[in-house]
């Protein structure tokens, strides 16, 4: 049972562009979502998080919206950068006793082209 | 500030070994999780420390175990090796593991299993 699905596995945009990475969630109780960068064989980064009482979020080129009613959270990138190539990962933690458990997506593949 | 470390980065056993995995957290943080993640399952959480004591624990079996020590060292724990434990191990830490912290991430400890 994936409660944190990210439906597509890669995605490609041009440089200056902008990336929309999206990530749809079925469990109710997930109150706080965040977005990791992870490369291969390291650890995800931190990128940015948005709690269930806001509805955007914003940290330099990054931006995440979440739609509580749809269950569906997006991270939009601008300007995409050829070093914002990586794997992005969204997760999401509530319910009351999820002591550091975060709820992966199986994340997407960005690739951007100079 | 330090990031977590984890030590070794790299381990290769056979089936039916045991193997030890060790994480130091940043310096203040007292929660430290353990993650596996694999090409097919993603990244799955397996269990949190805090002051000692083991708080959460996801679904895996009883040959995975861990332990956290006064200074907030954590150490993972994989009985009765079997191919399928191959993955990259990931620890994280944070301040006190609450539902609204974010988890920072060390580079992970890569076992192979032969």
């Known amino acids: 049972d994936q409660q944190v699905k990210q439906n597509s596995p890669s995605l490609s945009v041009q440089e200056g562009r902008i990336s929309i990475l999206n990530c749809d969630y079925t469990?109710?109780?997930?109150?706080?979502f965040l977005w990791y960068k992870k490369y291969p064989a390291e650890g995800p980064t931190f990128l940015i998080s948005?709690?269930?009482?806001?509805d955007k979020n914003e940290d330099g080129r990054f931006t995440v919206f979440l739609n509580k009613s749809a269950k569906h959270l997006s991270l939009h990138i601008v300007p995409s950068q050829p070093g914002d190539s990586a794997v992005y990962f969204c997760?999401?933690?509530?319910?009351?006793?999820?002591?550091?458990?975060?709820?992966f997506g199986q994340g997407t593949i960005l690739t951007v082209h100079p | 500030k330090a990031g977590v470390t984890q030590t070794p980065r790299y381990l290769i056993k056979t089936r039916g070994q045991q193997v030890t995995l060790s994480c130091s957290p940043i310096?203040?943080?007292?929660?430290v999780s353990w993650y596996q993640q694999t090409p097919g399952q993603g990244l799955q959480f397996l269990f949190e420390?805090?002051?000692?004591?083991?708080?959460n624990k996801g679904n895996f079996p009883g040959r995975f175990s861990g332990r956290q020590f006064s200074n907030s060292r954590s150490e993972m724990n994989v009985s009765t090796l079997e191919l399928g434990d191959s993955a990259l191990y990931l620890c994280?830490?944070?301040?006190?593991?609450?539902?609204?912290?974010?988890?920072?991430f060390g580079s992970g400890t890569q076992l192979s299993v032969l």
């Open positions: 420390y805090f002051s000692e004591t083991q708080r």
């Open positions: 310096s203040g943080h007292r929660s």
């Open positions: 469990n109710s109780m997930f109150d706080y």
């Open positions: 948005i709690s269930s009482i806001k």
């Open positions: 997760a999401a933690s509530g319910g009351g006793t999820s002591y550091g458990k975060l709820t």
């Open positions: 994280a830490s944070s301040l006190v593991g609450a539902e609204n912290e974010k988890l920072f």
